[in-house]
């Protein structure tokens, strides 16, 4: 276990409150705050989670955080989650554990985000991480052809796609929700948002992971302790 990704896990479940409902983020930081806050709750601490992916939900399972059924959720207080990069705008690329969509929309439906990392993930400019698209697999050719004219048009010096794979390589990973996802190797992305609103105006795109406007706080864990850094929107 990550030291720094420990530390960032802990300084997260401090900003938890007896009684909240919590976004469960995906990943391997991810779940080792899913780990400590099992700890909290076997010592009697009360809190709900909703899971971003069936990954997530079966770690829960395994810690003893008591679930709610994402259909059945009025309010969440707080998300708390991973990212694959994030630049000094709070900007993030997500999507490297395929979870993507789910983990906008409750990240999106959230009061405040929370995100943990360790300092590898904190980037000047994001798309050294292959940007994650999510596709419906009808037509895809047609689909990944417009994603490439997209990021082009966005300013992005490269923009090859790979459908992505399931790890022993015999054919397409299907994300929870039923999808494709093309891996766009970008090296840089020089404008996120116009980038984000390129490819959601593209027919077949489901989802993509530019994750604009929707970290409040990012906590980056390093080997003693976590740096809490909150954004400050006008």
């Given at each position: 276990?990550?030291?720094?990704?420990?530390?960032a896990a802990i300084a997260a479940l401090?900003?938890?409150?007896?009684?909240?409902?919590?976004?469960?983020?995906?990943?391997?930081?991810?779940?080792?705050?899913?780990?400590?806050?099992?700890?909290?709750?076997?010592?009697?601490?009360?809190?709900?989670?909703?899971?971003?992916?069936?990954?997530?939900?079966?770690?829960?399972?395994?810690?003893?955080?008591?679930?709610?059924?994402?259909?059945?959720?009025?309010?969440?207080?707080?998300?708390?989650d991973g990212a694959d990069e994030v630049?000094?705008?709070?900007?993030?690329?997500?999507?490297?554990?395929?979870?993507?969509?789910?983990?906008?929309?409750?990240?999106?439906?959230?009061?405040?985000?929370?995100?943990?990392?360790?300092?590898?993930?904190?980037?000047?400019?994001?798309?050294?991480?292959?940007?994650?698209?999510?596709?419906?697999?009808?037509?895809?050719?047609?689909?990944?052809?417009?994603?490439?004219?997209?990021?082009?048009?966005?300013?992005?010096?490269?923009?090859?796609?790979?459908?992505?794979?399931?790890?022993?390589?015999?054919?397409?990973?299907?994300?929870?929700?039923?999808?494709?996802?093309?891996?766009?190797?970008?090296?840089?992305?020089?404008?996120?948002?116009?980038?984000?609103?390129?490819?959601?105006?593209?027919?077949?795109?489901?989802?993509?992971?530019?994750?604009?406007?929707?970290?409040?706080?990012?906590?980056?864990?390093?080997?003693?302790?976590?740096?809490?850094?909150?954004?400050?929107?006008?």
């Amino acid at each position: 276990m990550s030291k720094a990704k420990t530390n960032a896990a802990i300084a997260a479940l401090d900003m938890v409150e007896d009684g909240m409902v919590l976004g469960l983020g995906s990943g391997s930081t991810a779940e080792i705050f899913i780990e400590l806050l099992g700890e909290k709750i076997a010592h009697g601490f009360k809190v709900q989670g909703v899971p971003t992916s069936q990954g997530t939900a079966d770690c829960a399972k395994k810690f003893g955080v008591p679930l709610l059924d994402p259909d059945k959720v009025e309010r969440i207080h707080l998300t708390i989650d991973g990212a694959d990069e994030v630049d000094e705008n709070f900007q993030m690329i997500k999507g490297g554990g395929a979870c993507l969509l789910r983990e906008k929309i409750i990240a999106d439906s959230s009061e405040h985000m929370v995100v943990i990392v360790d300092g590898t993930k904190m980037v000047k400019t994001l798309g050294a991480f292959a940007l994650p698209v999510e596709v419906d697999p009808f037509a895809m050719a047609l689909t990944a052809e417009r994603i490439y004219t997209a990021l082009m048009q966005a300013g992005c010096k490269t923009a090859s796609t790979t459908l992505r794979q399931i790890k022993n390589g015999k054919g397409p990973l299907v994300t929870d929700g039923g999808h494709y996802i093309l891996d766009c190797a970008c090296t840089s992305i020089p404008d996120p948002r116009l980038t984000a609103s390129l490819l959601v105006s593209i027919p077949g795109v489901v989802e993509h992971g530019l994750f604009i406007d929707l970290a409040d706080t990012i906590i980056i864990g390093e080997e003693e302790i976590a740096k809490v850094m909150e954004i400050v929107r006008e």
